[in-house]
């Protein structure tokens, strides 16, 4: 069973300009050949050392985290999947892309049970349980 969405299309989640980029960027056009979540789920592993949306620095291109989650959209994560991200030991950046999944693609009505166990959770990258653009404390409560 498929993670209950909010019915927007794919390319409506994110800002246009980031959603471009993604699409454009020769790192995501790379993704193709990951076929399945564990593949993705790898990558996320080996390549991912934040949360942001841009990379840092003068390219200023989607970041790696960006263009993974945008991978996971274009998959359409199960539930079981989804609790497998959410749970997953070896990486904070692992959870942390399940977490933005849900922030930007989950059904708002069932965002609170997704997220309430997590809560007060120490492990997860400061950017996603608050920043400027979303809150994780505004989106819960």
């Known amino acids: 069973m498929e ?3 909010n019915g927007k299309p794919i390319d409506s989640l994110f800002e246009k300009v980031l959603c ?3 699409l454009s960027s020769d790192y995501f056009k790379e993704l193709y050949r990951l076929k399945t979540y564990h593949e993705v789920v790898d990558e996320i592993y080996n390549q991912v050392d934040n949360v942001e949306p841009w990379m ?3 390219c200023r291109g989607p970041s790696t ?3 993974l989650l945008y991978k996971f959209f274009t998959m359409k994560l199960t539930v079981k999947q989804m609790h497998g991200l959410l749970k997953h030991k070896d990486s904070p ?3 942390a892309v399940g977490f933005l999944y849900l922030r ?3 059904d708002p009505k069932t965002l609170w049970n997704w997220f309430e166990p997590y809560i007060k959770d120490d492990e997860l990258p400061s950017s996603v349980l608050a920043n400027d653009d ?3 404390t505004a989106t819960v409560n």
């Open 134 to 136: 979303f809150p994780f």
């Open 56 to 58: 840092t620095g003068n």
């Open 104 to 106: 930007y693609a989950g």
């Open 3 to 5: 993670v209950q969405t």
């Open 93 to 95: 950046y692992i959870r």
């Open 20 to 22: 471009m980029n993604i």
């Open 65 to 67: 985290s960006y263009c």
